[in-house]
């Protein structure tokens, strides 16, 4: 492996102080929840499992994914925070909202990337246990995050282009 | 809801095209495999359940996501196909491999949808019977795909912006 190669497993910081104040904002905004986020750690060990995720794509300048996953009760609470009521897990609106919070935090952390990126619109896998995973030569950090609904995790696998 | 709105939940034909030819392209090349495709239907049930999914996220001109999903055995043995031997399920060869097929699918069809796209990384979700949705207003379509390795499916859900 070149050192050009070894130096793309290490993502920058400057790509991650963005997302860390999104997730509080957004959660602080649309949920009135406080956000403890502990250190982040590489996923060097392999995928992690999840039952709820929302995946936002990255072009442009910066490219990647970050992933917001999350346990089945840490999802319901959010969501019931975020829409002002209790919503059926296995509705669309369900996925809608867990789309739309995914989307909320990577459109806050995008002015804050240095450069033009583009961003597409939300995926979100149901399914419990699922692990999501992406090519090995993107660096990936893990945020833990740390709520009075629950934990989830933020996966940023982004790199400038 | 706008009658502007009610447009939107048709796809596209010229956006369909491209997809049709280009699985057939990659299976051809990649797994030595004829692919037959069948019908393309609405996903207006909901979601279907999957095993393994490749997701691709498109930005710019034409904005949306392309998911490829496979139950388990038949991502398997497209898999073996393509890198010419079995591979465990669990590794990340597998995925990489499941990421490059649906990356080689989303990137070969790219050219033909009349505007500039920027796709994205692939995500590949692995766990039986997740699922995958996209925001309620990109309209999706689903393309049934049978292989000798058996089917599989390819969800568009990408739109011109």
Do not use: W
């Not at 070894?6 to 009135?32: D, G, H, N, W, Y």
């Amino acid at each position: 492996m070149s050192v050009h190669q070894e130096k793309k497993k290490e993502i920058e910081p400057a790509l991650i102080v963005p997302f860390v104040q999104s997730v509080r904002k957004v959660l602080a905004t649309m949920a009135q929840m406080e956000t403890t986020i502990g250190r982040p750690y590489g996923k060097q060990k392999g995928p992690s499992e999840h039952d709820c995720s929302g995946i936002i794509g990255f072009s442009g300048k910066v490219i990647g994914t970050v992933v917001v996953s999350f346990p089945l009760a840490t999802a319901s609470k959010l969501v019931a925070a975020f829409a002002g009521d209790e919503v059926d897990p296995q509705s669309s609106d369900f996925a809608d909202a867990i789309g739309e919070l995914t989307n909320m935090i990577a459109g806050a952390a995008k002015p804050q990337l240095g450069g033009d990126a583009n961003i597409t619109v939300p995926s979100v896998i149901m399914g419990r246990g699922h692990t999501v995973s992406r090519p090995s030569d993107i660096p990936c950090l893990v945020l833990p995050c740390s709520t009075v609904a629950g934990e989830f995790i933020v996966e940023i696998a982004i790199r400038t282009a």
